[in-house]
């Protein structure tokens, strides 16, 4: 995407999101809606000012859990498609397994992760890492798949072996479908943080958020809200650069 293109995306996006403030604002404001149905953006700015502290360090509680599942988990789904690219026969084995596994809603796994691991920071990680590795598992092996025969037909015939031909041409054909996977995931990543800490945690958003709703504090649901969205599209964010500086030629 060209410099003038992306200025020009990231303008609308800044101009959608202040009419969307003003316009909630002004519902907000015009009707004097309860807290409990939809508190004004000014309202939730002052409780996040008011509870700076606690939300930010229940940020980046929960961004460190999401992170780490993250990597884990992206390490995880693009190894299991490279071992299916390099022993074919493993693949009968390995797709109806991990399909069975996320074919049950993640947050269905919870008493079980929270049991075996504990209320503490693994059981988040964990979670998040299977959520993410399905996801990446799929783009990556989608991506191996798409090599044409005819360039592994012509490689294999100067000699090339698997590995040869995984790391210079697989991989790089893979690419941009990985990447996707992994912009994707980002989001994911932290909704299931959080979902799994309002289940069992010592700390994190999605405790913040819970203790709020037992307080009847929705302005301060609100404001863990906001901050776990800007965690969120700051983490599509560097996810989605990363992608441009590495698929260049997308």
């Known amino acids: 995407m060209s410099a003038s293109r992306s200025s020009r995306a990231l303008q609308r996006g800044a101009l959608g999101m202040v009419l969307l403030v003003l316009a909630w604002e002004g519902v907000a404001r015009g009707f004097n809606l309860p807290a ?9 700015l002052g409780s996040i000012f008011d ?22 988990g992206a390490v995880i789904g693009i190894a299991l498609a490279v071992v ?8 009968n084995a390995i797709v109806p397994v991990a399909t069975s596994i996320n074919s049950v809603p993640v947050v269905a796994w919870s008493p079980l992760i929270l049991l075996w691991f504990g209320i503490g920071m693994p059981s988040k990680v964990v979670m998040v890492a299977l959520a993410v590795s399905f996801t ?3 783009s990556a092996l989608a991506g191996l ?21 995984l790391f ?12 996707a996977g992994l912009r994707v995931s980002t989001v994911r990543a ?25 307080q009847v504090d929705f302005v301060k649901v609100w404001s863990a809200i906001f901050i776990a969205s800007a965690a969120s599209l700051a983490f599509f964010g560097l996810v989605g650069l990363a992608e441009r500086r590495l698929v260049f030629w997308k």
């Open 51 to 72: 509870h700076r502290t606690t939300l930010f360090l229940a940020g980046a509680y929960t961004f460190a859990e999401a992170f780490s599942g993250y990597v884990i």
């Open 168 to 179: 210079r041409l697989r991989l790089p054909t893979a690419l941009p479908l990985i990447a």
């Open 84 to 91: 299916i690219t390099l022993v074919p026969m493993t693949r």
């Open 36 to 44: 409990y149905t939809l508190p004004s953006v000014s309202a939730i």
């Open 136 to 138: 990446v598992f799929l």
């Open 145 to 165: 798949d798409r090599v044409d025969r005819r360039s592994v037909d012509l490689m294999r015939s100067f000699g090339a072996g698997r590995l040869a031909i």
């Open 190 to 214: 932290v909704i299931v943080a959080i979902v799994t800490e309002m289940l069992g945690a010592y700390d994190g958003l999605g405790w913040v958020i819970y203790q709020a709703v037992l």
